[in-house]
Nanobody, 125 residues
Framework: QVQLVDSGGGLVQAGGSLRLSCAAS????????VAWFRQAPGKEREFVAH????????SYVDSVKGRFTISRDSAKNTVYLQMNSLKPDDTAVYYC??????????????????WGQGTQVTVSS
């Protein structure tokens, strides 16, 4: 069993930065792949970024490439999402999610077994 706790959201002006954290319980978390999703009001939850176990690979949705960076610190059992050059369109609740499949990319929310509670990111223009 893995429990995830999201944090780091807040209110920021366009062009600013935030770093989200996803802290996990469980000794085997380093063997899980982790993704960040986001959900804006009235919209479907969408895939944002993915990192494989042990950070072998990372993937991003096109709209955040070059601005967001996903990383993980196995010693701290934590995955991060560094978000730079934020835009109002990035406003959403951000969720981290984990799955036992360690490597393969999955962008569908149904592919993930464990979820954090979400953290609100609001970008003002």
């Amino acid at each position: 069993q893995v429990q995830l706790v999201d944090s780091g959201g807040g209110l920021v002006q366009a062009g600013g930065s935030l770093r989200l954290s996803c802290a996990a319980s469980g000794r085997t978390f380093s063997t899980y792949a982790v993704a960040w999703f986001r959900q804006a009001p009235g919209k479907e939850r969408e895939f944002v970024a993915h990192i494989s176990s042990r950070a072998f690979t990372t993937s991003y949705v096109d709209s955040v490439k070059g601005r967001f960076t996903i990383s993980r610190d196995s010693a701290k059992n934590t995955v991060y999402l560094q978000m730079n050059s934020l835009k109002p369109d990035d406003t959403a609740v951000y969720y981290c999610a984990a799955r036992r499949q360690p490597i393969s990319l999955a962008t569908r929310r149904g592919s993930y077994e464990y979820w954090g509670q979400g953290t609100q990111v609001t970008v003002s223009s």
